[in-house]
Nanobody
Framework: QVQLVESGGGSAQAGGSLRLSCAAS???????MGWFRQAVGKEREGVAAISSNGRTTYADSVKGRFTISRENNNNTLYLQMTTLKPEDSAMYYC????????????????????WGQGTQVTVSS
């Protein structure tokens, strides 16, 4: 069992930056970790994922603007968000999944076993 707690959400102006953090309750270095988001009235979608060997994948909508990273020594996952847009406004969730063969990251929600409670990000124009 792994418990995940997100922090760092808040409000920002369009063009601004925020950094989200996700603290895991125990060692998560062997897990695939990801960020997902859900806007009001929309389905949850994948944002970015990072495998246990550091490989990353991003949704097209955030490529070049968001960076996912992890610090295994303190069991923390990050999402650095820059050049924020109003359409980035959503509840952001941290999630963890069993590691994949060859360490290939993915954003298939059904494979993610552990989920945090979410942190709200609001971007104003």
């Amino acid at each position: 069992q792994v418990q995940l707690v997100e922090s760092g959400g808040g409000s920002a102006q369009a063009g601004g930056s925020l950094r989200l953090s996700c603290a895991a309750s125990r060692s998560s270095s062997w897990l695939l970790m990801g960020w997902f988001r859900q806007a009001v009235g929309k389905e949850r979608e994948g944002v970015a994922a990072i495998s246990s060997n550091g490989r990353t994948t991003y949704a097209d909508s955030v490529k070049g603007r968001f960076t996912i990273s992890r610090e295994n020594n303190n069991n923390t996952l990050y999402l650095q968000m820059t050049t924020l847009k109003p359409e980035d406004s959503a509840m952001y969730y941290c999630a963890a999944a069993p590691s994949t063969p060859y360490g290939t990251p993915h954003l298939r929600m059904g494979s993610y076993t552990y989920w945090g409670q979410g942190t709200q990000v609001t971007v104003s124009s």
